[in-house]
């Protein structure tokens, strides 16, 4: 990393900045511009002199606020003379000192401790190769054993004739996590009891007439809030029919087969599954707010050095500032491996796990954080001991690890049985950019 990296407080708050760069343990000068004031620290791997009490009070008033920015320069800084703070401990100390509270007792033994040059989780990490043997994929096997772990999304499919959707189309999005529920006529349509509509119509005839009734049913879809995804199934010769469409709001328009052969019927398959996965996937983008182009820069960057497994290292490490024990999980095409982590016993021997552990797959696919498990449901034994545990507590963390707009991966983590803290940056930067660091 070396070029100047700069981003806003609102989207990556100061104490989360400080624990990653605390994490990642580069060298340079670290700037906070806020409403309350601003703070310059010099970082030598990751550390910072002992500061004085005034200067941990002002930089705890730079610290608890949320409108400004950020700069990070890279590059050698002499190493620090005397006591240090790793910068994790450096941002609780100050905001101990902002809200009046024992700094002289933090300051002691218990911070000193943390700050030694060597005091870093030690990061367990398995080799990177992907297993040997495949496993097949036996997620249709959820739909009779788990089924509420599986549903990812309702598809709506107003249709007259079911029969097109019936079969083999049905069973794949199934497979696929995607509960299919029929309407008939435009009036049965439910636009707030579904997360996508496919609208298919064999002939021109069997909407003639009721032109107003379909306008009415993709207008409501286009007016909820996310938009209601609709792809219209129909012949499209009506230049002017299809101008309505596209103006009353149509996501995506597709001509109806016009034969049964089952080539075509297998194209047209795979064709709508696509562009239904598509659009589930930018209606969930559009649900998580998403970092600006400059924050995720900089935490790529910082999780991006030169040794192939220091990302995945440093991303346990931000993790362990928050937890007692952690593993990053790489999500492949038919099972999720365990890649690294510090706290489990991990065992070489013994990494790997079918993608069909319901509780696994739903974050894979949803991209949604779990912060409570129950220890006794299908798979979480699998997980467990793939870990290298009995058990796993309730109070277990499941994290995505987001790359661009899928999950790479997820990071499993708890406190032993203790409650789990307050999370929402750790999510918001795994979310975003974990990817980066299981490539």
């Known amino acids: 990393m070396k070029r100047v990296l700069s981003g806003s407080l609102e989207h990556l708050a100061p104490a989360a900045l400080l624990r990653l760069v605390s994490a990642t343990s580069p060298s340079g000068i670290l700037e906070l511009e806020t409403a309350d004031g601003s703070l310059r620290l010099e970082v030598d791997r990751g550390r910072v002199k002992m500061p004085s009490r005034s200067e941990l009070v002002s930089a705890g008033r730079v610290l608890a606020c949320r409108r400004g920015e950020f700069r990070f320069s890279p590059h050698e800084v002499e190493p620090h003379e005397g006591e240090v703070l790793s910068l994790t401990a450096f941002a609780e100390t100050a905001g101990a000192a902002a809200s009046n509270l024992e700094v002289d007792r933090l300051l002691g033994e218990e911070f000193l401790e943390v700050s030694l040059p060597l005091s870093r989780t030690n990061i367990h990490v398995l080799p990177s190769e992907p297993s040997q043997n495949p496993l097949d994929d036996l997620l249709a096997d959820l739909e009779v054993d788990a089924p509420s772990e599986l549903l990812i999304a309702r598809v709506g499919v107003a249709v007259q004739d079911p029969r097109w959707w019936r079969g083999s189309l ?132 910082l999780l991006s050095e030169r040794e192939p497994d220091q990302g995945i290292s440093s991303l346990l490490q931000v993790a362990a500032e928050h937890f007692e024990r952690g593993a990053v999980l790489m999500a492949e095409e038919t099972t999720v491996r365990c890649r690294a982590g510090f706290g489990y016993p991990l065992d070489r021997n013994s990494t790997t796990l079918l993608r069909e552990v319901g509780l696994l797959e739903h974050v894979i696919r949803t991209g949604e954080a779990v912060m409570a498990i129950d220890p006794e449901s299908g798979g979480v034994g699998g997980l467990a001991e793939v870990l290298g545990v009995s058990e796993l507590p309730a109070a277990t963390a499941l994290i995505p690890l987001g790359r661009g707009g899928g999950v790479a991966g997820i990071l499993v983590a708890d406190r032993q049985g203790r409650e789990l803290p307050d999370l929402d940056d750790l999510v918001l930067l795994a979310g975003r950019l974990g990817g980066a660091a299981v490539r």
Not at 186 to 208: I, M, P, R, T, Y
Not at 253 to 281: K, N, T, W
Not at 283 to 299: I, K
């Open 170 to 301: 049905e069973r794949e999005w199934r497979r696929r996590g995607w509960r299919v529920r029929f309407f008939s006529v435009a009036e049965d349509v439910d636009v707030d009891d579904v997360d996508l509509l496919v609208v298919h119509h064999q002939q021109a005839s069997s909407w003639a007439g009721r032109e107003n009734y379909w306008l009415q049913v993709i207008g409501r879809a286009a007016a909820a809030d996310p938009p209601l995804p609709v792809v219209w199934v129909a012949p499209l010769g009506d230049a002017g029919w299809v101008h309505q469409l596209i103006e009353a709001g149509v996501s995506f328009l597709i001509p109806a087969p016009q034969a049964e052969a089952s080539e075509i019927m297998a194209r047209f398959g795979a064709d709508v599954s696509l562009v239904v996965e598509r659009l589930l996937q930018a209606r969930r983008s559009e649900e998580r707010s998403a970092l600006p182009s400059g924050v995720t820069e900089f935490v790529s960057a």
